[in-house]
């Protein structure tokens, strides 16, 4: 079993910028894509980044590419998500997750889920 934890988020005004983090322990595996979606109330859960294990391959939604990076640090075991010029349209949960697969935005191919951290961006 794997624990994630989320932290970082709050409130913040439009424009600015906000960090995410994700702390995992439990079972190792080298392996893990890891992961970042949010969701929106009324909406479907959205992968907004995700990046392979060794951190050679990213993939980010259109709407936030340009603004949001993922990053890790296996030093650490924390997944990061750094968030810049943010927008009301980005307010949602946000939530870390691991997959055992190659790198994917599927939801459906995530097997470990923190249990979120709400971000809210006021204009």
């Known amino acids: 079993q794997v624990r994630l934890v989320e932290s970082g988020g709050g409130l913040v005004q439009a424009g600015h910028s906000l960090s995410l983090s994700c702390a995992y322990s439990?079972?190792?595996?080298?392996?893990?894509?890891w992961g970042w979606f949010r969701q929106a109330p009324g909406k479907e859960r959205e992968c907004v980044a995700a990046?392979?294990?060794?951190?050679?391959?990213?993939y980010y939604t259109e709407s936030v590419k340009g603004r949001f990076t993922i990053s890790r640090d296996s030093v650490k075991n924390t997944v990061y998500l750094q968030m810049g010029s943010l927008k009301p349209a980005d307010t949602a949960v946000y939530y870390c997750?691991?997959?055992?697969?190659?790198?994917?935005?599927?939801?459906?191919?995530?097997?470990?889920w923190g249990q979120g951290t709400q971000v809210t961006v006021s204009s």
């Open positions: 997750a691991a997959s055992i697969t190659t790198l994917t935005s599927i939801a459906s191919r995530y097997n470990y």
């Open positions: 439990g079972r190792t595996y080298s392996r893990y894509t």
């Open positions: 990046i392979n294990w060794s951190g050679g391959e990213t």
